[in-house]
Each structure stands twice: as C-alpha cells, then as structure tokens.
C-alpha cells in the first residue's frame, strides 16, 4: 500500500499551522532548527522564516557570527507564508472544506518570534505583525547575540522593545532578559515574581519569566503572570549549566499548545514540562554546551 493510498483510506484532522520568525543557528540547538523539531514533536505544522544565519566560532569562544539576511528577503518569506496561510488565503482553521472549529479564523493565525538581529528586521517583522491579523504572537525576546557589537546590541534592544513587545501576546524572558525589560534585578523568585508582574503592566502579555538554574536552589522556577493568575512552574534542576536551545524550545512549545486550542497557562504548563524532559535527555557535543532534545519526552 502506497502512502497515497494509506492518506485517502485513512484521512486525518489538518494540523494546526505556526510561523517561527526566527534566526538559523548552526549546530541545531537553537534557534529556528529548535523551533521546527519543537512543532513537529507537539504535532503542529511548522513554518520558518529566516532573518539571521549564526554561526559559533570555535576560535573566538564560540561567539556568535552573525550574518543578517537582507531585508527583501524576509519580506519575501512573510509574504510568502502569510500569502498561502494567512487570512488572504481563504483557507480556515479547519482546512481547505471549510469544516472550521473556529470559522472565519485563517488557518494560520499563531506566530513565534525569535532572534532578529537588528533595528531594519525588527521594522520588517513589525509591519507583517501589525498585517498579519496573527490571533497569538509569543515572543522570545532574544536582547542579547553573544560577540555582537554592544552599540548595535543596546539599539536592537531598544528597537524590539518598542516595536514588538507591545504586539507580543505571550512573552518568554530568561533571567537576563527579564532584568533588562522590567527594569528589576533578580536575585531569588520574589524578584522574578515583581518581574513578571512589571513586564505584563509594560506588554499587556501573559509572561513566563523564567529562572531556570541562573537562581539558587534545588528546583528551576519559572513565574507565569497573566494580570490574573500568577503560578510557579517549577522542576528540579538537571545540572547547573544552561542548555542550548531551551529557551527557544519553551516559546515554540507555547506557540504549539496556543495554536492547538490550549489557554496560555495550560501552554505555559505543557512547555515547561516539554522543555525539562528535553534537558534531562540532552545532547553532548565538543562545543562547551549540550544541546535540549526535543525528543526527550518520548
């Protein structure tokens, strides 16, 4: 029996569809390779858009190398993408029959967005955001390339804050990142607690600010704060070195369970325990980090 065949006997529920706006990291870890390994584990149609290739330099303590990807290009992919899932696309969430659980609703209406590198691709992805009609925007405010330029670092910060954090609906900051977005220093879980507090009076978005090992004691604490609800997701720690990838694993694995119907905590819930089982089965290399697996949980 061909494949073909196997599909018309046996039809399935169209998945629902998710666009990572995110960079390309080089060893798979992170970034957009993460994102896409990610929806394809919480079974969800992945997408991506690139805007930067990165690369870690063996010879330079594996700092970054970064190369953006010209602004046309990224239009292209969005027009692309948003041209063939988006509301101009005619297609609803229920597929091409039109047999819809949310009628009227484009089948892509949930986005992810990670590292863009720079004030011109922050522009670009901004007014496809304010186009895009997107139901569910979860950002990873990705503040900080290791290596970058710090004038250029400190003016693509202040560029993302001010044109995607207010469109953000969903914001996953580590330690660092939800330092420089709420203005708090974090040193224990009341603080991060203030923090998250802090950046959803800024966004409006239900945050999941995340302490993982960088705070003391036996477990990761995460703070989930949506203006109503404020939970602790916490897990014992595995190990006291940060992984690669889970940061970005934790965003995608929100966009996911968003896109599939689920409410932000239960999202935020799903992800935290997704993103622990990947650390916990994680994957060595000769760089001085592993990387998360996102098939750790299976």
């Not at 203005?183 to 507090?197: C, N, P, R």
């Not at 935290?272 to 998360?292: C, M, Q």
């Amino acid at each position: 029996m061909t494949f073909a065949s196997a599909a018309v006997q046996s039809p399935v529920s169209a998945p629902a569809v998710v666009l990572t706006i995110a960079g390309s990291e080089a060893t798979g870890g992170a970034g957009a390779q993460a994102d896409l390994k990610t929806f394809q584990e919480l079974g969800v149609f992945g997408i991506a858009n690139l805007t930067c290739i990165v690369s870690f330099d063996p010879g330079d303590n594996w700092n970054h190398r970064f190369v953006p990807v010209d602004q046309q290009v990224i239009a292209d992919q969005l027009e692309a993408t948003t041209a063939a899932y988006g509301p101009a696309s005619g297609v609803t969430a229920g597929g091409a029959s039109g047999e819809s659980l949310a009628p009227g609703r484009a089948v892509l209406d949930t986005v992810k967005i990670g590292m863009l590198g720079s004030p011109a691709t922050i522009s670009t992805v901004a007014a496809a955001l304010e186009a895009g009609q997107f139901r569910n925007v979860v950002l990873d405010p990705v503040l900080i390339c290791k290596g970058q330029e710090p004038g250029h670092a400190l003016d693509t910060d202040q560029a993302l804050k001010a044109q995607i954090l207010p469109l953000a609906t969903f914001v996953t900051p580590n330690h660092f990142e939800a330092e420089s977005l709420s203005g708090l220093a974090i040193t224990d879980v009341e603080s991060l607690k203030a923090a998250a507090v802090r950046i959803h009076e800024l966004s409006g978005a239900a945050v999941l600010a995340k302490g993982g090992v960088r705070l003391e004691g036996l477990d990761a604490v995460d703070v989930y704060y949506d203006g109503e609800t404020l939970e602790l997701l916490s897990a014992p720690k595995v190990g006291e070195v940060a992984v690669s990838g889970a940061g970005c694993s934790l965003a995608a694995a929100v966009t996911a369970e968003l896109a599939k119907g689920a409410t932000p905590l239960e999202a935020a819930r799903t992800a935290k325990s997704f993103v622990t089982a990947g650390i916990r089965n994680r994957v060595a290399s000769g760089a001085p980090f592993d990387a998360l697996w996102q098939g750790g949980a299976r």
